[in-house]
């Protein structure tokens, strides 16, 4: 049986159970150290991540960024894809190496990139997202310090504000950081993203100057009078305790605090949660957090944009558990358990209600902002079969089940303005090189030949239709 939304189809879109609402951005997203390629283009200064992959050992396979999926010289045919699919927005990122000139400055012939691709989305109809920073710091800066320095986060207001002069009348969302929790945590915890660093105090530190970057971020986009909405892209979890011990839950309420209130807080409500400042007392006093900090963080957003893959299901570790690679400063003592059900390539557990209900989490504690899902998706290891054809029935029941999810935040109550699947095109997937295939379009690296896969022509038929049927 029909729905009432199916019902009310509108004049030309197939009927669908769950329809999303009109004005709905159904997008795709990419970053520009895992597409770009082209690494020393036009005075492109090296970045953490080329000196990390550099380095032997760090990436599976020993790949590295230096041609990706060749997006710089192929950006237009990538663009045409784009628009062959229907997407109504596309989210890219910035890259601070390109835009920076040595020893500071703006270079401005990596700047003309970014305009060039913004012009060219416009003229295909496709509303440009840009992500001012996802991961590529420039080395120069980690040389002085990196996110662990206070300096890094006034550097990179100056950055913002070049970005912004140049593309501000032009991109419709902007976020300013992609998931400062990977930056902090992975790059300076666990030191199993760039630039490696494994030192809990300087991913405290991390944390907080890259909320600081933010703020600094936010008030150069706004003295810019930039048109689009200002954001910034978290990788916002849902953390479950395995059982309703006091101690598991204690753990959960621990991953919680490190996780998601970490940055949610001081974002939306101005002020670190006390937990988290207690759980890490005995590493850091947090007088790196200095007068004023916290307004300039808290400055008012235009929407929360939100990743999300998985959800964490924890409890408290056995007498005597220490995990000493815990990316979560302070958290040794919890343990990580699997997720019973299917997984992806990543071995992620597909869980669409954890979705769901951190789409309602974040409405329901931080008073509703606006929201994108500017990342969702997953790996399979797909190939091109005999036919030409890319047949990856998982990613897109993955997909409809996530769509699914998020469609029932909507008709919760969660002021969900639009989707990006991770990722457009398959690409460098960080310390896990090029193997994990996340893309809706398949790139063969050696010829860097683009093939549609059948879930992008599902993408397609869903955009077409402004919604999807209920899963069976
Ligand atoms: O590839 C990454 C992306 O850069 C950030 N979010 C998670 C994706 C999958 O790991």
């Known amino acids: 049986?029909?729905?009432?939304?199916?019902?009310?189809?509108?004049?030309?879109?197939?009927?669908?159970?769950?329809?999303?609402?009109?004005?709905?951005?159904?997008?795709?997203?990419?970053?520009?150290?895992?597409?770009?390629?082209?690494?020393?283009?036009n005075g492109r200064l090296p970045s953490i991540w080329d000196t990390f992959a550099a380095t032997p050992g760090r990436i599976a396979g020993g790949h590295t960024g230096e041609h990706a999926s060749d997006h710089f010289r192929r950006h237009r045919e990538d663009v045409?894809?784009?628009?062959e699919l229907g997407l109504s927005a596309y989210r890219f990122s910035v890259a601070w190496p390109r835009v920076r000139a040595a020893g500071g400055g703006v270079n401005a012939a990596g700047l003309a990139f970014y305009d060039r691709l913004v012009d060219d989305l416009l003229a295909a109809g496709i509303s440009p997202a840009a992500?001012?920073?996802?991961?590529d710091l420039p080395q120069e800066l980690e040389d002085a310090g990196g996110w662990a320095a206070r300096d890094t986060a006034a550097r990179y207001g100056q950055y913002v504000a070049a970005v912004a002069a140049r593309l501000g009348d032009r991109v419709r969302l902007w976020n300013t950081l992609n998931e400062p929790w990977c930056s902090a945590f992975l790059g300076y915890g666990s030191g199993v993203h760039a630039p490696g660093r494994r030192d809990p105090r300087a991913a405290l530190r991390a944390a907080h100057h890259l909320l600081l970057a933010h703020g600094h971020g936010v008030a150069a986009l706004r003295?810019?009078?930039?048109?689009?909405?200002?954001?910034?892209?978290?990788?916002?979890?849902?953390?479950?305790?395995?059982?309703?011990?006091?101690?598991d839950r204690d753990a959960a309420r621990r991953i919680d605090g490190l996780l998601n209130r970490i940055f949610l807080d001081p974002l939306l409500r101005g002020a670190y949660p006390a937990d988290v400042l207690a759980d890490t007392a005995a590493l850091s006093d947090w007088s790196f957090v200095r007068e004023g900090d916290l307004d300039l963080i808290a400055a008012p957003l235009d929407a929360l944009c939100v990743n999300y893959y998985q959800p964490d299901l924890v409890g408290a570790g056995p007498d005597g558990h220490h995990d000493a690679d815990t990316p979560y400063p302070g958290a040794e003592g919890v343990a990580f358990h699997p997720v019973p059900g299917p997984v992806t390539a990543m071995g992620w557990s597909v869980d669409p209600g954890g979705l769901r209900d951190m789409l309602l989490r974040v409405t329901r504690d931080y008073g509703a902002p606006p929201l994108y899902v500017t990342e969702n998706g997953a790996a399979y290891p797909d190939e091109v079969d005999a036919d030409g054809r890319v047949r990856d029935?998982?990613?897109?029941?993955?997909?409809?089940?996530?769509?699914?999810?998020?469609?029932?935040?909507?008709t919760a109550g969660a002021d969900l303005r639009g989707f990006f699947v991770w990722s457009l095109l398959d690409n460098f997937e960080w310390a896990l090189g090029y193997d994990k295939r996340f893309g809706l379009i398949h790139v063969d690296y050696a010829t860097q030949r683009r093939t549609v896969k059948d879930s992008a022509h599902w993408y397609g038929r869903t955009i077409a239709a402004n919604g999807v049927d209920r899963p069976r």
């Open 131 to 135: 992500t001012l920073y996802h991961w």
């Open 1 to 41: 049986m029909r729905t009432l939304a199916a019902a009310r189809t509108s004049a030309g879109q197939p009927p669908v159970d769950l329809r999303f609402p009109a004005g709905f951005q159904w997008g795709a997203a990419t970053a520009a150290y895992q597409i770009e390629g082209a690494v020393r283009a």
């Open 223 to 247: 003295a810019a009078g930039v048109t689009g909405q200002v954001s910034v892209a978290l990788n916002v979890g849902t953390v479950r305790p395995v059982s309703d011990a006091p101690a």
């Open 80 to 83: 045409a894809l784009m628009a």
């Open 393 to 410: 029935p998982e990613r897109t029941d993955y997909l409809h089940r996530h769509l699914a999810a998020a469609h029932e935040a909507l």
